[in-house]
């Protein structure tokens, strides 16, 4: 079965922490991405990689930084929290990003970040 | 990219039909809509997929207008565990989807 993994569904920060969400997934995609969702927003790109080492920035990328140093994992960086970056957070991967019938999105559980 | 319309929010009556619409006028030839749900306090999951052709499978039929400018997901007798966030979307662009409320 199809798997992406995110490392806490839950994560306390203070403001000026340096935050790191981590995401694996078991099913050999090449591409994976974050994204952040707020009430009313729906799902906002932050970043997305198609290939190890390779990183694109979506649509939200400030304030945030990614790595991607194997093909499973990919990790989304706070390098200093602040408290409009409290939100909920999705890791996603697929295989393919041209909207053909491959790229079929699966979702971690989340990780519901609060920055205090 | 392909950019998605859909309502804000529906209502629906429990072991009811629901069609949940979907406009996407600037989709490219070889784009594939999908649709997603989001349940509470989970990631959003696969629901359905096409290009052309009408598509069905356990959970959900899709209907794809000829000119492929709409689709419309259908929920053949909705249940209290579909009340959800429905996403459509043509590559990786989210909308705000559609909330479906069930009404018992």
């Known amino acids: 079965d199809v798997k992406v993994t995110q490392s806490s569904r839950y994560l306390v920060k203070r403001t000026g922490e340096k935050v790191f969400l981590e995401c694996v997934q078991d099913m050999d995609h090449e591409n994976m991405f974050w994204y952040r969702q707020d009430p009313g927003l729906g799902l906002r790109l932050i970043y997305f990689s198609y290939d190890v080492k390779m990183k694109e920035k979506g649509d939200i990328p400030e304030g945030y930084s990614v790595s991607r140093e194997k093909k499973e994992r990919f990790s989304l960086i706070l390098e200093s929290a602040s408290t409009n970056q409290t939100s909920m957070y999705l890791c996603a991967s697929t295989n393919s990003v041209g909207g053909g019938s491959t790229d079929t999105q699966y979702f971690g559980p989340g990780t519901r970040l609060t920055v205090l | 990219d392909a950019k998605t319309t859909q309502p804000n929010s529906m209502e629906s009556n429990e072991e009811e039909p629901v069609h949940l619409p979907c406009n996407h006028s600037t989709i490219s030839g070889t784009d594939y809509i999908h649709w997603y749900r989001q349940l509470p306090s989970q990631g959003p999951e696969y629901v359905i997929h096409?290009?052309?052709s009408n598509v069905n499978n356990r959970m959900a039929s899709l209907a794809i207008a000829e000119d492929r400018k709409s689709s419309t997901l259908i929920l053949h007798r909705a249940t209290l565990r579909d009340a959800a966030v429905y996403y459509c979307?043509?590559?990786?662009?989210f909308g705000k989807g559609t909330r479906l409320h069930i009404l018992p």
């Open positions: 979307i043509c590559k990786i662009i």
């Open positions: 096409g290009l052309t």
